[in-house]
């Protein structure tokens, strides 16, 4: 009888590992086991599906009839342990983190590559995939509890060939499997366990296993010995269900435009993929769903593009509320850490109080341009200090010496008080008599002789009991512990104890600076110190931003760091190639891999993306030049010259079996959306027309998606709108480094302008621009005076030039061209 283990998906990290299993959902030959009902489950062990994109839910219709529908559900993990050190296997060769948490493990590993498949066809063995990344939670429960189990190791070594992939390095394998899960169960997580044969087509997968049997759910020894028993007394049914497995998986994950296929209409789009955010959208905090709460932040930035192009509608100004209310509450609460920078994965709640503690870099990228954005629509400084304060986080923490930044930061760390034991929030987290101890001083003129801790106790919410909600906390972890929130306004809290907003704001910064001190003492978690392209590109984007709208050179200087780093320590000019990662070594060096894993397509999508920025951002034109060099190679290698778009990874790959376009825009922009946006602002600055038609092309591939469910691919409407309406060109004619050019360089950067390409002509470093675009060579600077002048153009239509940085900003937000004579 065919076989499937199928999971759902709980993304935070304090989820109970138990599978809920459901009643008849296994078949009573592979487990041998009857399932018991599922019991009530507590608002911080959550169970949720993750939304199957639109081609996972085809293949699971597709699925159908290759697959029975017995299932066993399982519930995901993340989070991170370290190992024991009583065995050694061939990870210790590898620079990942993650892979090295397993280099000890009594398992037989082997890291993705050939000679695995080699070992899996010459013994005749099934392949256990095992896969996650180094701050996953529930991936280093499993490891403590089984791959650190003898008994398992020794089944697992004996009987399977075993790999175990850090999904960050191989986002392809990762994809692909995790694309087999999905459409056979709805949802998906890490840890992924699946397993293959020998060709590695996946035949049963599943996520957390507990060890052994409990509470009447099978554990992972069981689950090894019935795979076992099927595959010598199954195999061909088992390899027979793998191959119809995959074929519907190829029919049914397709993405491709059709014969005589257009261009949906973007007007009609936006507006739907706001309706059905609006729909989702929670009024009291912000957000688009109850709980858990993640960040969204491509859904931020669809809604303040779509105010941008429908200001006047009460549509219009919903959207921006939307978004303005969303961020302000988010940074208002626990999944902001306030005493050091930067913001958790995601809330446990819907109030954006108790957060899972894990730190992405891919978040803090997105969500510093989301408020900077923020700033610029809203005139609020609150968002632009809030995008400075991620910044800051990154710079300290999340940044190396050689200019690249870091992946992640740990949930989990040991306790300040002790203990070996690691628990989620130790380093962030804080009791009522800490904080009274370290800010025990008495405030003069504070009402009630009122101390320095009394005051920041009531504005962040810090309770003598502690503020987290038993049913937040279902493993005690948290237990008399205190995550801050801002509970009121400063004009309340400053009422409230009889002195000025001025003077609340130095003694809140006073006792944040007490408590950062205080922090530092405390063990920090796990950092991730792997360096990925992808990530770093988004990273670059936020730097470059967020500095041109400050104006600040600090920050910039820090964005050219960056793009030094790409370029010398992720690109290979040789093969002329993108590299996916690199790592920070023992003696804080760079260090690669041999042979180093070749870039995938986010790697150039989101790099290219930051080039572009970063040119805006600093004028200096080799940075565009190499986004051009990069667009060109990445059209070379993941173009699909038959169904338009792009490709995940190397299509002619042989090991993996599936050649996938991300369809779906989720925690990370899909690189296909960043693509299109990529390709219109490229063939503007570069005079290369072909990459509209291609941007066409690409829209009108996911044309069915966009019509029908916008709302999985915000970032792509965006680019939609751009394309509809035609990106302007603003070229600033003046002296690189003068006053008056940064004046009118300033008075665009003030401005959200989602639909533009910036560009200056200096008559020095221009001469890229002015051979590509023969429009440059009518403008210049006031021929009288030299003053700087600014020229904005569209449709091949360009206004007067302006010497006034107000008429300009005034010119931009009317948006109508008064003709050039």
């Known amino acids: 009888m065919l076989l499937r283990l199928a999971w759902q998906r709980a993304p935070c990290s304090r989820t109970s590992p138990a599978a809920l299993a459901r009643p008849g959902t296994v078949t009573a030959a592979f487990l041998d086991w009857r399932p018991r009902q599922p019991g009530a489950v ?38 991170g342990e370290e190992s024991s050190h009583r065995h050694t296997n061939r990870l210790l060769k590898e620079r990942s983190p993650y892979l090295l948490q397993h280099a000890h493990n009594p398992v037989d590993w082997y890291p993705w590559g050939q000679e695995a498949f080699d070992k899996a066809k010459a013994e005749d063995k099934p392949i256990f995939l095992s896969v996650g990344y180094s701050t996953c ?77 409990h509470a009447r759910r099978p554990g992972l020894k069981t689950v090894l010995s019935r795979i076992l028993e099927q595959w010598q007394n199954n195999r061909g049914a088992l390899e027979s269900s793998g191959e119809r497995i995959l074929s519907a998986l190829r029919q049914g994950t397709a993405v491709s435009a059709e014969s005589g296929g257009s261009v949906p209409l973007a007007p009609d789009v936006a507006q739907r993929c706001f309706q059905q955010l609006a729909q989702s959208y929670e009024e009291e905090y912000g957000g688009f769903r109850d709980a858990p709460k993640f960040p969204t932040p491509v859904n931020l930035m669809f809604l303040m593009t779509f105010w941008c192009e429908n200001r006047s509608s009460s549509e219009g100004v919903e959207a921006l509320q939307m978004a303005l209310h969303t961020l302000r509450m988010m940074a208002l609460g626990g999944i902001h850490d306030h005493i050091a920078q930067g913001f958790h994965r995601y809330s446990t709640d819907s109030s954006w109080h108790v957060p899972h503690f894990e730190k992405m870099l891919y978040d803090q990228a ?66 009522a008599s800490e904080v009274r101890e370290l800010l025990s001083e008495v405030v003069e003129g504070a009402t009630g002789s009122a101390s320095l801790a009394d005051i920041f106790m009531h504005h962040y919410g810090v309770k003598e009991q502690g503020n987290v909600a038993p049913e937040q906390d279902p493993h005690g972890e948290l237990q008399g512990q205190n995550v801050l929130i801002v509970r ?3 004009e309340l809290t400053a009422a409230h104890f009889g002195i000025s907003v001025k003077r609340l704001n130095e003694l809140l910064a006073t006792a944040r600076a007490k408590m950062a001190d205080v922090r530092k003492s405390r ?22 931003r967020v500095g041109s709208v400050f104006g600040d050179k600090d920050l910039l200087e820090r964005a050219v760091q960056a793009g030094n780093f790409l370029k010398e320590h992720l690109w290979d000019p040789d093969r002329q190639m993108m590299l996916r990662s690199c790592y920070r070594g023992d003696q804080m060096e760079v260090e690669q891999i041999s042979p180093p894993i070749a870039g995938f397509l986010d790697d150039y999508a989101f790099v290219i993306g930051g080039l572009l920025d970063l040119y805006e951002a600093t ?32 299509p002619h790959d042989p090991t993996v079996l599936l050649q996938l376009k991300e369809d779906q825009d989720g925690a990370e922009p899909s690189a296909n959306s960043v693509s299109a946006s990529n390709l219109l602002r490229l063939s503007q600055s570069t005079g290369r027309g072909e990459w509209v038609h291609k941007c066409n092309q690409l829209l009108t591939a996911f044309s069915k998606r966009l019509s029908s469910v916008p709302i999985v691919l915000p970032e792509m409407v965006r680019a939609l709108m751009a394309q509809h309406c035609t990106l302007k060109q603003i070229v600033i004619c003046g002296q690189k480094d003068a006053p008056d050019t940064a004046s009118l360089v300033a008075a665009v950067n003030s401005l959200f302008l989602p639909h533009k390409v910036l560009m200056l002509c200096d008559g020095v470093s221009d001469s890229f621009l002015r051979t590509r ?49």
């Open 42 to 79: 507590s608002a911080r062990c959550f169970r949720l599906r993750s939304r199957p994109s639109p081609s996972h839910r085809a293949a699971c219709v597709l699925l159908c009839s290759a697959y029975p529908r017995s299932s066993v559900w399982f519930r995901m993990a993340s989070g």
């Open 137 to 213: 939670h529930w991936c280093h429960v499993m490891e403590r509890e089984s791959f650190e189990d003898e008994e398992i190791g020794q089944i697992l070594s004996d009987n399977f060939v075993c790999i175990k992939v850090d999904r960050e390095e191989r986002p392809d394998v990762d994809k692909v499997y995790m694309t087999f899960v999905q459409a056979t169960s709805g949802g998906g997580g890490w840890p992924m366990s699946v397993w293959l044969t020998p060709e590695l087509k996946p035949f049963i997968g599943g996520t957390y296993f507990p060890p052994r049997d």
């Open 366 to 431: 997105q969500l510093a341009v989301a408020y900077i954005t923020a700033s610029q629509v809203s005139g609020e400084p609150f968002f632009a200090d809030v995008a400075r304060d991620i910044l800051q986080y990154v710079s300290r923490d999340l940044s190396d010496k050689s200019g690249g930044f870091y992946s992640a930061e740990d949930a989990d760390s040991v306790p300040a008080s002790g203990g070996a034991e690691k628990r989620e929030g130790a380093f962030c987290v804080w009791t």
């Open 488 to 490: 009121y306004s400063q």
């Open 523 to 544: 063990p920090r978690p796990h950092l991730d110190t792997k360096m990925l392209a992808s990530w770093n590109g988004l990273m670059l984007s936020a730097y470059a």
């Open 619 to 650: 004028f200096e034109t080799k940075w565009l030049q190499w986004a051009e060099e990069l667009q060109l190679r990445q059209d070379a290698l993941f173009w699909d010259a038959q169904g338009s778009g792009y490709f995940c990874s190397d």
């Open 773 to 821: 675009l023969p429009a440059l060579s009518s403008m210049s600077p006031a021929e009288d005076t030299g003053t700087a002048r600014a020229y904005v153009c569209q449709d091949f239509s360009c206004s007067l030039p302006l010497a006034d940085p107000q008429e300009l900003r005034t010119l931009l937000l009317d948006g109508t061209l008064p003709q050039q004579a």
